[in-house]
């Protein structure tokens, strides 16, 4: 039989985040939302809290992801660790507001990128950067293989040239993991990631977005010009395998697309959970032993929104538990980040239409909710992208069969 509760052993973090998440984000939402590009001064005191979590090895609550290990001693049986253990710290931290964990310092998608393929000497010298992601370029979105921004190999340096766009974290961070090319002429197999630190001459930060949702969390336009970086800031291997294409680079994803998966579960839930109180305030019960088409609209539209969420929730617990088993998860990835992202929008617009006027002003969260589920569709992958790596992989097409 399939045990679909979270393991006891994450009891105890599940407990820590919904309290941190309840006493600290959710009353300073509203503010952080109102006050764009202010740094939230309260997260702070979390910072060691979650670094000491991460680095245990059991991951934390914050969304820097985990480290995958192959050691001998856990080659066999199942193993709940770090991945699953972040999501579920994830989906707490979500719930109380998800632009505020973005905000935290070190837990950065560019820290998942650095666990997910840095060497040893790398982890060491990178593990405790705040690091940010950073792809988009202005004319290329979802198709990351179109990235133009080149690396150069000079001496014992590369050096950087090209623009990024919507950097989350992109002012605040340490330092950001570009993603750059080697030689345009080879395609994918050429792109590669590096550590760039702030302080770097050649790296600037342009301007700073103004966004409909997330909004406590800075968003940047980064610039870097003739931008010298060592050898040593490559994350990977630097050889071009054109056999291997730009897998390397891409396993960050099996790493992010899980957390973003589970922010949007985490957001979901809050939508989920505020209406269910109004409903009841109103009057309207939501019976879990009648057939929804015998009960009032509004308590059989949010049975469909609770199983919408429900499936979500364990596609992204299964792509989680598949990373800490060490098996090939980009499939279960793909697919948990396309159904939580598309989910997580229809769940809070349908959550503010079902609440009616309450849900269109300030005084719920819902409208926030609202505006900060979009994005959880966006980055990490478009849901369009994600549907086609699903398609790719189920009917074994290539990228080049099936665009």
């Not at 060691?48 to 992801?65: H, P, W």
């Not at 269910?276 to 939501?286: F, K, M, N, T, Y």
């Not at 969420?309 to 697919?335: F, V």
């Not at 569709?377 to 097409?397: H, M, S, Y």
Request: net charge negative; aromatic share 6%; hydrophobic share 40%.
């Amino acid at each position: 039989m399939i045990n679909l509760e979270p393991p006891k052993k994450a009891g105890a973090l599940i407990n820590q985040a919904y309290q941190a998440a309840s006493q600290v984000l959710r009353p300073i939402s509203r503010k952080y939302d109102r006050a764009e590009h202010a740094y939230p001064k309260e997260l702070d005191m979390f910072a060691a809290v979650l670094d000491g979590l991460n680095s245990s090895g059991e991951g934390g609550a914050g969304a820097a992801g985990v480290r995958r290990e192959s050691s001998a001693k856990d080659s066999s049986g199942n193993r709940n660790g770090g991945n699953l253990s972040t999501v579920l710290g994830t989906i707490e931290m979500c719930w109380g507001d998800v632009a505020l964990l973005l905000s935290m310092p070190r837990q950065g998608l560019g820290n998942a990128a650095i666990a997910s393929v840095a060497n040893e000497d790398q982890l060491a010298r990178f593990g405790k950067l705040w690091a940010a992601m950073a792809i988009t370029e202005p004319d290329c979105g979802s198709d990351s293989a179109a990235i133009t921004t080149t690396a150069v190999e000079d001496g014992d340096s590369y050096v950087l040239n090209g623009e990024k766009i919507f950097v989350t974290s992109g002012q605040r961070a340490d330092a950001v993991v570009v993603w750059a090319t080697l030689d345009k002429s080879a395609g994918r197999a050429a792109i590669k990631s590096f550590v760039v630190e702030k302080g770097t001459p050649g790296f600037e930060v342009v301007r700073l977005e103004h966004k409909l949702g997330i909004r406590a969390s800075d968003t940047a336009v980064l610039r870097f010009d003739n931008c010298r970086v060592p050898k040593e800031n490559l994350l990977g291997s630097p050889e071009v395998d054109t056999k291997k294409g730009f897998a390397g680079v891409m396993q960050t994803f099996d790493n992010t697309r899980p957390l973003v998966a589970a922010m949007a579960i985490g957001v979901a839930r809050a939508a989920l959970e505020e209406t269910s109180r109004i409903l009841a305030d109103a009057g309207v019960e939501v019976d879990y032993d009648r057939p929804a088409n015998t009960q009032h609209a509004a308590a059989a539209a949010y049975l469909e929104l609770e199983a919408d969420y429900e499936a979500a929730y364990l596609l992204t617990l299964q792509s989680a538990w598949m990373a800490d088993n060490r098996k090939p998860n980009s499939l279960q990835a793909s697919m948990a980040k396309a159904k939580a992202g598309r989910s997580v929008v229809d769940i809070t617009l349908k959550c503010v239409e079902l609440a009616g006027a309450f849900g269109y002003t300030e005084e719920s969260l819902l409208e926030k909710w609202a505006r900060d589920s979009k994005i959880l569709d966006i980055f990490e992958g478009t849901q369009q992208i994600q549907q086609l790596i699903v398609a790719r992989r189920v009917l074994g097409k290539t990228s080049a069969e099936l665009k």
